[in-house]
């Protein structure tokens, strides 16, 4: 074995700080001569620095480090291995180092995991926040639907179908609240279409007005619908009326009324 080739089988505990003093001197004085010994100690304390910034962040439990640290003692014992271990650096800071590694792709694995886990968690906490918003803006309106349907100044208005094969609707219109439109059995609109109400105005000449909140059947053909803010107030409209229109909604009426209903 060459002086050189001693040298480089030193850096790696140079690198470690795992040198006697004796031993450091004279590896010292080497490098100072030796450009590539020099580069291989630049090299090796990356490596150590990597795996000290690899260590967990976030320290795993007390236990599950001891007891990984007591297989890798157990697994690197001088007795079993003892040429294995590099001159001048004890087993147990090279079984050190195996921990690290171990610690490190441990706690990679745990804080992916975790990461999942974090992810997952939030999906669900926006559905369920979703799910939440609209049971709420369900009990806001049933809450409406409800004052509304109780109020004596309500107005009770039908809106027979055009169709005789549909079934008809019924609105009931408070000055101060809103409207709540009503049907059952409803069919659902074709794909991409919804109903939209308008307010014809007693005014003559006057154009239907649109109101802005499109409505849907529910599955079962339930038709329920609160509109609190309305274009024209009922002592203006002489009648109201349900369209088919594109899902966005539509400014004057592009299909033939489906339900009219006069204001008596
Ligand atoms: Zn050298």
Redesign the pocket.
């Known amino acids: 074995m060459s002086q050189?080739d001693q040298?480089?089988e030193m850096v790696e505990s140079y690198a470690l700080g795992a040198l006697d003093a004796e031993e450091r001197a004279s590896f010292e004085a080497?490098?100072a001569a030796?450009a590539?010994?020099a580069q291989a100690v630049e090299e090796a304390r990356l490596v150590v620095s990597e795996l000290a910034h690899l260590a967990p962040v976030t320290q795993p439990a007390k236990r599950v480090k001891e007891r990984i640290l007591q297989e890798v003692r157990s697994e690197g014992t001088v007795k079993t291995q003892p040429r294995v271990v590099p001159s001048g650096v004890p087993w147990w800071l090279w079984a050190g180092v195996a921990a690290l590694i171990v610690l490190s792709v441990y706690s990679t694995w745990n804080a992916r995991k975790l990461q999942n886990e974090i992810r997952r968690l939030n999906e669900q906490a926006a559905l369920e926040h979703r799910r939440r918003e609209t049971l709420e803006k369900e009990f806001v309106a049933a809450q409406m639907q409800a004052r509304i349907l109780t109020d004596p100044r309500s107005k009770k208005i039908m809106l027979p179908a055009k169709d005789p094969n549909m079934p008809q609707l019924e609105a009931m219109w408070n000055p101060e609240l809103g409207i709540c439109l009503m049907g059952h059995e409803v069919p659902m609109p074709s794909e991409n279409r919804a109903f939209q109400l308008w307010l014809i105005p007693k005014a003559p000449g006057s154009k239907p007005m649109p109101v802005h909140a499109m409505m849907w059947p529910d599955a079962d053909g339930k038709l329920m619908h609160v509109v609190e803010k309305l274009p024209e107030p009922m002592s203006d409209t002489k009648a109201i009326a349900v369209t088919e229109e594109p899902e966005s909604g539509s400014l004057q009426p592009t299909s033939e009324p489906m339900w009219t209903g006069a204001l008596s």
Do not use: I, N, T, V
């Open positions: 050189q040298f480089r080497h490098l030796c590539e010994c």
